[in-house]
């Protein structure tokens, strides 16, 4: 997942960004997080999280001892904010 981060206050300043995920029947759950360097009043900076298939809807099954990738037409809902109840952008994924 790539976005950009500006810093909209009056001061230099750093965020910690935290990306959810849910999907049909699981809780959210913090799925990737990353501190931005020290940004300047109004500057922007592009970051990446990476994802894995859990974070997709993949789930695990121990009679194999290995995760499932999540099935064709999962909906999983990303969430992107300072903290689980500080969200400030969401992104809905049709697999």
Known sequence: VQLK???MGAVAGSEVVQLYSTTKGTPKALRAFTRTR???????VYLSLQLDERALGG??????????P???????????????????QTAELHL
């Open 70 to 88: 999540p099935s064709k037409g999962t909906r999983v809902l990303l969430e992107v904010g300072a903290s689980s109840k500080d969200i400030r």
């Open 5 to 7: 981060v500006k810093n």
């Open 38 to 44: 020290i940004l300047a009043p109004g500057e922007e």
């Open 59 to 68: 789930h695990f099954v121990p009679e194999k001892g290995s995760w499932v």
